[in-house]
């Protein structure tokens, strides 16, 4: 069986949407470090759990070759 080009191609897309993913949030901390830590709290949770909704799909691809 060859491997497939799909787990290294997708090992880099998701390599790639967590740094856009930490950009965007350390570009945010500026804003956000300005609330309460009673509001920081919950976006930084919501943020936290957030970036891993586009992998299901991603890694689905990466195994069969399929998005759904």
Do not use: D, H, N
Request: proline share 9%; charged share 10%; hydrophobic share 60%.
């Amino acid at each position: 069986m060859t491997p497939s080009w799909r787990k290294p191609a997708g090992m880099f897309i998701i390599l790639a949407l967590i740094a856009i993913w930490c950009i965007g949030i350390v570009s945010a901390s500026a804003i956000v470090g300005a609330w309460p830590w009673w509001l920081q709290l919950p976006f930084y949770l919501v943020t936290g759990i957030v970036w891993i909704m586009p992998l299901r799909p991603l890694l689905l691809w990466m195994e069969t070759g399929r998005w759904r």
